[in-house]
């Protein structure tokens, strides 16, 4: 069939979602399920797909949203409102308000350090919706701690989930993931001293917001950079974003603490709270770290053990997906959740009664992500997201090292995660090196790099953050605003990948 053809309809499903959710503006849980049914359709009439790989690929989708994705949102949700109910989100703002009044700097603690931490050991959308949901409680609107949780959800994810991007990019391509890990880091390095300064504008509301304040996003980007660099080189793919987001946010809450602003002397009284009160307050999110860093790969006898209690299901083409009931960041948070709500007096009563609610509230989330989940997977096993990739690789040549970044923010909007776009595109990354004569290494990091900067206009992405703040409807205002930084991250990434690739 001509090539033409089979690209054309191989960017359809992700041309209908840009222009429906990003111009229209029409509901993500309206359009996402019409625009699988539309792909399913196309793999079996253009892809040859077979209807028992596509109705297999529908299924493995929908299951892997269910878990462990939605289970995380769930999670997230559900913590939030256990904490509301418990009171402890008050005590947290005010705690968070103690430290610092100005929102520019309560950015940075929440969406950038401590969002880059939980993204560092969970992943699965952890670092969008509880940082966001802890603005909102800060005073911040649901739509801007939406998008500014997404932004700041950028650098964090290439060493996601204790490095499991890179681990899985070293494993498909066969290079050394000590190289890779090295690479991605140098050339995220400039994005992640850059990053502070962007969250700081958009919470300002332009470049005079910096004023009295970027001393305090220098040294937010600084710290992370530089341990982050230090670890990726030294240590491999496990610690770079833990270690550089923990020191990071350590960072700026200690400077913020010292900082003054003019604008906020004098203009709100402290409030004196005790410190038993603020450990009882914090305890969810304590027991989260405890529970998801012991049972993280950074423990294996612990990580091993726990993911005895897992079932496997078998695909077509040998294929098949693993669902693991305890070892997975979800169940933690929810275990953190409860153990906390307990030592806190909430009756079990009152704990079913809001968990029952917090499903029903995430209803047409649980649409949204599944249908999501579900394209990319069949828009994956038919051959789409391969024939756009190749007429990328064929039709640039030379010039094909500023795209390859695209190709991975590509593979991050489909999919909605920075390891299945390695996994979509590494090979093929190395593969395009070797023919156009670049560092194999270095277009397979570029694959990473980029696949950041897709990772906050990603359709699940952006579920999540609507779920979390309960904004649905508002996914395509959402996009508008996240895009065109994306665009800018995606464009100087490829600037740079091209210039220094050539001296490699």
């Not at 093929?428 to 156009?436: D, G, H, P, S």
Request: hydrophobic share 55%.
């Amino acid at each position: 069939m001509d090539q033409f053809i089979l690209l054309s309809v191989s960017l359809l499903p992700i041309v209908l979602l840009l222009t429906a959710l990003g111009f229209f503006k029409l509901p993500a849980h309206w359009v996402t399920p019409v625009v699988l049914v539309l792909t399913a359709g196309l793999a079996l009439l253009f892809f040859k797909a077979t209807p028992e790989l596509t109705l297999e690929s529908m299924l493995e989708g929908a299951l892997m949203a269910l878990w462990p994705i939605m289970l995380v949102i769930v999670a997230a949700i559900y913590t939030y409102m256990v904490a509301e109910h418990t009171g402890s989100l008050k005590i947290i703002e005010n705690f968070l308000s103690g430290i610092t009044r100005d929102r520019r700097l309560q950015v940075l603690i929440l969406a950038w350090g401590f969002g880059g931490f939980l993204e560092s050991v969970a992943g699965y959308g952890t670092a969008v919706a509880i940082p966001a949901s802890i603005l909102i409680v800060l005073g911040f609107s649901p739509l801007f701690a939406s998008v500014i949780s997404l932004i700041a959800n950028t650098v964090p994810t290439a060493f996601g989930a204790v490095g499991i991007p890179v681990s899985t990019l070293a494993q498909l391509t066969g290079l050394d993931v000590r190289l890779l890990s090295g690479l991605v880091a140098f050339q995220l390095t400039p994005f992640i001293i850059l990053i502070p300064f962007v969250l700081v504008v958009l919470t300002g509301g332009g470049l005079k917001s910096l004023k009295g304040v970027w001393p305090i996003a220098l040294a937010s980007g600084l710290s992370f950079a530089l341990v982050h660099a230090l670890a990726a080189f030294f240590l491999g793919a496990e610690l770079p974003a833990l270690l550089g987001s923990a020191i990071s946010l350590l960072v700026t809450v200690v400077l913020s603490a010292k900082f003054r602003a003019t604008d906020e002397v004098e203009t709100q009284p402290q409030v004196s709270l005790r410190k038993r009160d603020i450990l009882r307050a914090w305890l969810p999110y304590l027991l989260m770290f405890v529970t998801i860093f012991f049972t993280s790969p950074l423990f294996p006898p612990i990580n091993g053990f726990l993911k005895t209690f897992h079932t496997q299901i078998s695909l077509v083409e040998g294929r098949s997906i693993h669902f693991y009931w305890i070892a997975t960041p979800g169940v933690m948070i929810l275990l953190a959740t409860l153990v906390s709500a307990l030592i806190q007096g909430t009756r079990v009563f009152d704990l079913i009664t809001i968990f029952g609610k917090t499903v029903v509230k995430l209803g047409t989330s649980f649409v949204t992500v599944m249908s999501i989940l579900a394209l990319a997977r069949v828009m994956g096993s038919s051959g789409m997201i391969s024939q756009i990739a190749l007429w990328i690789s064929g039709a640039t040549g030379g010039f094909y090292p500023f795209l390859a970044p695209l190709l991975g923010a590509l593979g991050t909007f489909v999919t909605g995660s920075d390891t299945s776009s390695n996994i979509l595109f590494g090979q093929l990354q190395t593969e395009v090196a070797t023919k156009i004569q670049v560092n194999q290494a270095w277009l397979a990091a570029s694959n990473t790099t980029g696949a950041t900067a897709g990772k906050m206009i990603s359709p699940q992405s952006i579920a999540v953050a609507v779920s979390a703040t309960e904004q649905t409807g508002q996914e395509g205002v959402i996009l508008q605003k996240t895009l065109p930084i994306c665009l800018v991250y995606v464009i100087l990434v490829g600037f740079l990948v091209w210039i220094l690739g050539s001296q490699l």
